[in-house]
């Protein structure tokens, strides 16, 4: 029988090395300063895997840390960012600490330099399909798609979860590969009723073990981009184990979408990269 699983893992190597191969080829090594503030510990992990893929592909790594700096000074900083040529790639890692205006840092980040997709600006164009960065947890779902020829034209895609990070550029993705999206969240009635009718089910709440085996269609498409630690393992959204022999195809936590948000950053900063270079 044919594995059920789809290898986020061994799809995110893959890539990995056809970005490293893309970057051998380019005249200059891209750029991406990575912007951290305070000392959470999730981010360090975060920080250091973008780090060392970084590195693996070929692309220059700068890692700009402050314990402590105002809204303002950390936006003059951005600033410079956004003006030097040599930097093809910003993020800001989030969550910045308590008392910060993120959505107002995050904006100042350049359209063509926002490789997280955050900005209102490339949140904007998803929503117009027209080129842009997409935020890069749903870009790597949608590779997924490609990558295990999961049709999307047409079909009944149920996303729970609306984050600006998640679940709205999600949604915009899906509809923009003309599937038909149900997006759900805390205050949706009946939830059971409507995953059920799922042809794809995109999960991104934060919530161990959510979605239970009777939540789900038999035959269907699951897609868990849930992270919940709980005694030192990690746990999807999906109640993995009792859901799998019921679906057709599962992302398994971890090694699913995870592996893929991290190497889609890297794609982000060559496609800005190539962006600034070709006009491309
Ligand atoms: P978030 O900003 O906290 O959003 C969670 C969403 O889930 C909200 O829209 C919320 O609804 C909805 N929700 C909460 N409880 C619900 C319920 N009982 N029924 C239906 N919807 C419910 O989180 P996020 O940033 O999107 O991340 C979601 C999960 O994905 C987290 O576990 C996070 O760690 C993980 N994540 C993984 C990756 C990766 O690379 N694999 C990347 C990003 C995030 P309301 O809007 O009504 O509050």
């Known amino acids: 029988m044919m594995s059920k699983i789809i ?101 100042s980040i350049v359209k063509e330099k926002d490789v997280d997709g955050l900005t209102y600006y490339n949140a904007g164009l998803l929503l117009n399909k027209e080129k842009c960065l997409v935020s890069c947890t749903p870009k790597g779902i949608m590779e997924l798609f490609k990558r295990y020829h999961v049709e999307l034209k047409g079909r009944h895609v149920v996303v729970i979860g609306r984050s600006i990070l998640v679940g709205k550029p999600m949604m915009n993705l899906l509809i923009n590969a003309d599937a ?32 239970t085996r009777d939540m789900v269609r038999r035959g269907s498409v699951i897609i868990d981009v849930g992270i919940n630690r709980c005694d030192g393992k990690l746990y999807g959204d999906v109640d993995y184990d009792n859901v799998y022999d019921k679906v057709k195809l599962i992302t398994p936590v971890p090694g699913g979408v995870g592996p893929m948000t991290v190497v889609m950053l890297m794609q982000n900063v060559i496609e800005s990269y190539e962006m600034m270079h070709n006009g491309k």
């Open 7 to 107: 290898d986020g893992k061994m799809v995110s190597k893959e890539i990995k090395e056809e970005l490293k191969e893309k970057v051998s080829k380019l005249k200059n090594k891209p750029t991406l300063v990575v912007i951290s503030v305070g000392d959470n510990e999730a981010s360090k992990v975060y920080v250091g895997q973008k780090e060392k893929c970084a590195n693996y592909i070929g692309i220059n790594y700068q890692h700009l840390h402050f314990d402590k700096i105002e809204d303002d000074k950390l936006i003059k900083e951005i600033d410079k960012l956004n003006k030097d040529n040599s930097v093809n790639g910003i993020i800001v890692q989030l969550p910045l600490p308590k008392g910060m205006n993120e959505t107002k840092i995050v904006n």
């Open 180 to 211: 038909t999206v149900t997006l759900c969240h805390s205050k949706t009635e009946n939830l059971e009723k409507i995953t059920k009718k799922a042809d794809i089910l995109v999960v991104a709440i934060g919530k161990k073990h959510f979605i």
